[in-house]
Protein backbone atom coordinates (compact mmCIF):
# COMPACT_ATOMS: atom_id res chain seq x y z
CA UNK A 1 0.00 0.00 0.00
CA UNK A 2 0.81 3.57 -1.19
CA UNK A 3 0.65 6.08 1.93
CA UNK A 4 -0.70 9.21 1.44
CA UNK A 5 1.60 10.55 4.11
CA UNK A 6 5.00 10.30 3.52
CA UNK A 7 7.14 10.82 6.72
CA UNK A 8 5.50 10.47 10.32
CA UNK A 9 6.73 12.78 13.71
CA UNK A 10 6.53 11.95 16.88
CA UNK A 11 7.06 13.85 19.95
CA UNK A 12 8.36 11.56 22.59
CA UNK A 13 7.21 11.97 26.35
CA UNK A 14 4.04 10.96 26.36
CA UNK A 15 3.44 10.47 23.00
CA UNK A 16 5.85 7.29 22.39
CA UNK A 17 7.33 7.13 25.89
CA UNK A 18 5.15 6.91 29.33
CA UNK A 19 7.43 9.23 31.00
CA UNK A 20 5.32 12.27 32.41
CA UNK A 21 5.30 11.30 35.96
CA UNK A 22 8.78 11.18 35.86
CA UNK A 23 8.91 14.58 34.40
CA UNK A 24 6.16 16.24 37.40
CA UNK A 25 8.18 14.52 39.85
CA UNK A 26 11.55 16.02 38.76
CA UNK A 27 10.23 19.36 38.36
CA UNK A 28 8.90 19.03 41.90
CA UNK A 29 12.17 17.97 43.37
CA UNK A 30 14.02 20.51 41.63
CA UNK A 31 11.67 23.29 43.25
CA UNK A 32 11.83 22.12 46.33
CA UNK A 33 15.49 22.02 46.09
CA UNK A 34 15.57 25.61 44.75
CA UNK A 35 13.41 27.03 47.29
CA UNK A 36 10.61 27.53 45.02
CA UNK A 37 7.08 26.93 45.59
CA UNK A 38 5.84 23.54 44.36
CA UNK A 39 3.65 23.26 41.26
CA UNK A 40 0.92 21.15 40.97
CA UNK A 41 1.07 18.30 38.33
CA UNK A 42 -1.87 19.93 35.83
CA UNK A 43 0.81 23.24 36.18
CA UNK A 44 3.45 21.40 35.51
CA UNK A 45 1.31 18.98 32.58
CA UNK A 46 0.85 22.18 30.95
CA UNK A 47 4.17 23.07 30.07
CA UNK A 48 5.75 19.26 28.90
CA UNK A 49 6.90 19.89 25.38
CA UNK A 50 8.02 22.92 25.50
CA UNK A 51 12.60 23.10 26.10
CA UNK A 52 13.29 22.97 29.63
CA UNK A 53 14.57 26.56 30.23
CA UNK A 54 11.89 27.69 28.46
CA UNK A 55 9.09 25.15 30.62
CA UNK A 56 11.12 26.22 33.85
CA UNK A 57 10.74 29.86 32.77
CA UNK A 58 6.56 29.24 32.14
CA UNK A 59 6.18 28.19 35.71
CA UNK A 60 8.82 30.63 37.30
CA UNK A 61 8.97 33.92 34.86
CA UNK A 62 10.78 35.81 37.36
CA UNK A 63 13.67 33.12 37.97
CA UNK A 64 16.82 35.01 37.41
CA UNK A 65 19.57 33.17 34.64
CA UNK A 66 22.07 32.22 37.66
CA UNK A 67 18.58 30.29 39.14
CA UNK A 68 17.39 29.02 36.12
CA UNK A 69 21.14 26.80 35.96
CA UNK A 70 20.61 25.65 39.66
CA UNK A 71 17.35 24.88 38.64
CA UNK A 72 18.09 22.84 35.82
CA UNK A 73 20.87 21.01 37.36
CA UNK A 74 18.85 19.95 40.28
CA UNK A 75 15.77 19.04 37.33
CA UNK A 76 18.25 16.60 35.68
CA UNK A 77 19.96 15.22 38.48
CA UNK A 78 16.99 13.70 39.84
CA UNK A 79 15.65 13.10 36.38
CA UNK A 80 18.50 11.00 35.97
CA UNK A 81 18.31 8.83 39.18
CA UNK A 82 14.98 7.80 38.21
CA UNK A 83 15.84 7.18 34.57
CA UNK A 84 18.39 4.18 35.07
CA UNK A 85 16.26 2.27 33.70
CA UNK A 86 13.96 3.88 30.69
CA UNK A 87 10.71 4.81 31.28
CA UNK A 88 8.22 1.82 29.44
CA UNK A 89 7.13 2.57 25.87
CA UNK A 90 3.36 2.87 25.42
CA UNK A 91 1.72 -0.16 24.97
CA UNK A 92 1.69 -1.09 20.34
CA UNK A 93 4.64 1.60 20.20
CA UNK A 94 7.06 -0.53 18.97
CA UNK A 95 5.14 -2.94 16.79
CA UNK A 96 3.05 -0.20 15.69
CA UNK A 97 6.63 1.77 14.42
CA UNK A 98 8.35 -1.44 13.05
CA UNK A 99 4.98 -1.97 10.75
CA UNK A 100 4.98 1.93 9.55
CA UNK A 101 8.31 1.30 8.80
CA UNK A 102 7.67 -1.85 7.01
CA UNK A 103 4.91 0.01 4.87
CA UNK A 104 7.47 2.92 3.94
CA UNK A 105 6.60 5.58 6.36
CA UNK A 106 10.01 8.05 6.84
CA UNK A 107 9.94 7.91 10.88
CA UNK A 108 11.46 10.91 12.72
CA UNK A 109 11.03 12.39 16.41
CA UNK A 110 10.61 15.80 17.52
CA UNK A 111 10.72 16.44 21.26
CA UNK A 112 11.18 18.75 23.94
CA UNK A 113 14.18 16.75 25.57
CA UNK A 114 17.63 17.82 24.95
CA UNK A 115 20.00 15.92 22.64
CA UNK A 116 21.78 13.90 25.30
CA UNK A 117 18.73 12.96 26.84
CA UNK A 118 17.16 11.73 23.78
CA UNK A 119 20.72 9.68 22.66
CA UNK A 120 20.24 8.26 25.95
CA UNK A 121 16.69 6.60 25.62
CA UNK A 122 17.30 5.75 21.90
CA UNK A 123 20.25 3.75 22.48
CA UNK A 124 18.23 2.13 25.27
CA UNK A 125 15.33 1.40 23.08
CA UNK A 126 17.87 -0.42 20.82
CA UNK A 127 16.68 2.89 18.37
CA UNK A 128 19.75 4.70 17.67
CA UNK A 129 19.50 4.43 13.72
CA UNK A 130 16.01 3.55 13.73
CA UNK A 131 14.81 6.69 13.11
CA UNK A 132 15.27 9.17 9.56
CA UNK A 133 15.62 12.16 11.90
CA UNK A 134 15.53 13.43 15.09
CA UNK A 135 15.16 16.77 16.71
CA UNK A 136 15.83 17.85 20.37
CA UNK A 137 15.09 21.25 22.24
CA UNK A 138 18.38 22.03 22.87
CA UNK A 139 19.63 22.37 19.15
CA UNK A 140 17.13 23.82 17.83
CA UNK A 141 13.98 26.39 18.61
CA UNK A 142 11.75 25.12 21.04
CA UNK A 143 8.32 24.13 20.56
CA UNK A 144 5.85 25.62 19.60
CA UNK A 145 8.84 27.47 16.72
CA UNK A 146 8.40 25.09 13.50
CA UNK A 147 12.21 25.37 13.01
CA UNK A 148 12.78 21.55 14.41
CA UNK A 149 9.72 20.49 11.61
CA UNK A 150 11.09 22.39 9.20
CA UNK A 151 14.80 21.34 9.78
CA UNK A 152 13.61 17.32 9.87
CA UNK A 153 11.30 18.47 6.50
CA UNK A 154 14.27 19.31 4.66
CA UNK A 155 16.74 16.10 5.74
CA UNK A 156 13.67 14.24 4.57
CA UNK A 157 13.04 15.95 1.15
CA UNK A 158 9.13 15.68 2.22
CA UNK A 159 6.86 18.66 1.47
CA UNK A 160 4.62 19.61 4.82
CA UNK A 161 1.51 18.57 3.47
CA UNK A 162 3.04 14.87 3.19
CA UNK A 163 3.88 15.04 6.82
CA UNK A 164 2.10 14.32 10.23
CA UNK A 165 3.68 15.17 13.45
CA UNK A 166 1.92 12.98 16.30
CA UNK A 167 2.01 14.98 19.93
CA UNK A 168 0.53 14.84 23.38
CA UNK A 169 0.83 18.84 24.17
CA UNK A 170 -0.52 21.57 22.92
CA UNK A 171 2.79 23.05 21.58
CA UNK A 172 3.34 19.57 19.69
CA UNK A 173 -0.07 20.78 17.41
CA UNK A 174 0.60 24.39 17.61
CA UNK A 175 4.10 23.46 15.81
CA UNK A 176 2.76 21.44 13.11
CA UNK A 177 0.44 23.99 12.30
CA UNK A 178 2.68 26.56 12.18
CA UNK A 179 4.93 24.51 10.12
CA UNK A 180 1.58 23.92 7.38
CA UNK A 181 1.49 20.24 9.01
CA UNK A 182 -1.62 17.96 9.66
CA UNK A 183 -1.56 16.98 13.13
CA UNK A 184 -2.81 13.73 15.21
CA UNK A 185 -3.48 14.56 18.84
CA UNK A 186 -2.71 12.13 21.70
CA UNK A 187 -5.25 11.59 24.61
CA UNK A 188 -2.92 9.49 26.66
CA UNK A 189 -0.51 11.62 27.54
CA UNK A 190 0.88 15.16 29.15
CA UNK A 191 -2.70 16.95 28.07
CA UNK A 192 -6.20 16.03 28.01
CA UNK A 193 -7.55 15.65 24.40
CA UNK A 194 -10.54 18.04 24.80
CA UNK A 195 -8.22 20.57 25.32
CA UNK A 196 -6.15 20.00 21.96
CA UNK A 197 -9.67 19.76 19.88
CA UNK A 198 -9.00 23.31 19.48
CA UNK A 199 -6.25 23.05 17.24
CA UNK A 200 -7.47 21.10 14.97
CA UNK A 201 -5.96 17.76 14.33
CA UNK A 202 -6.86 15.47 11.70
CA UNK A 203 -7.12 12.30 14.19
CA UNK A 204 -7.75 12.52 18.27
CA UNK A 205 -6.48 9.07 19.81
CA UNK A 206 -6.50 7.37 22.99
CA UNK A 207 -4.63 4.21 22.51
CA UNK A 208 -1.16 4.21 19.66
CA UNK A 209 -2.84 1.60 17.91
CA UNK A 210 -5.74 3.73 16.55
CA UNK A 211 -3.17 5.75 14.44
CA UNK A 212 -2.20 2.11 12.60
CA UNK A 213 -5.55 1.81 11.84
CA UNK A 214 -6.40 5.33 11.01
CA UNK A 215 -3.52 5.43 8.34
CA UNK A 216 -4.23 1.98 7.43
CA UNK A 217 -7.26 2.63 6.09
CA UNK A 218 -6.34 6.07 4.38
CA UNK A 219 -3.47 4.35 2.73
CA UNK A 220 -5.85 1.58 1.48
CA UNK A 221 -7.79 4.26 0.00
CA UNK A 222 -5.39 5.96 -1.68
CA UNK A 223 -4.37 2.80 -3.05
CA UNK A 224 -7.46 1.95 -4.68
CA UNK A 225 -8.11 5.77 -6.08
CA UNK A 226 -4.43 4.86 -7.89
Known amino acids: MRPDYELLIFD ?7 SIGRIVEAMQAAARLAGRPVRDDVAI ?10 AIRTLYPDITANDLIDFRQHYADH ?13 DVHESLDAFRAEGYQLAVATG ?12 HGWTDFF ?21 LQQCGVRPEKALMIGDAS ?29 QPRLAIK ?17 LLG
Not at 45 to 54: F, N, S, T
Not at 209 to 222: I, K, Q
Open 12 to 18: WDGTLSD
Open 113 to 124: KARRGLDRVLKA
Open 132 to 152: DATRAADETASKPDPLMLNQI
Open 79 to 91: YMAMDVEPSRLFE
Open 171 to 199: FDLMMARNAGMDSVAVGYGAQPLDSLLEY
Open 45 to 54: KGIIGLGLPE
Open 207 to 223: HFSELRTWLGARAAETS
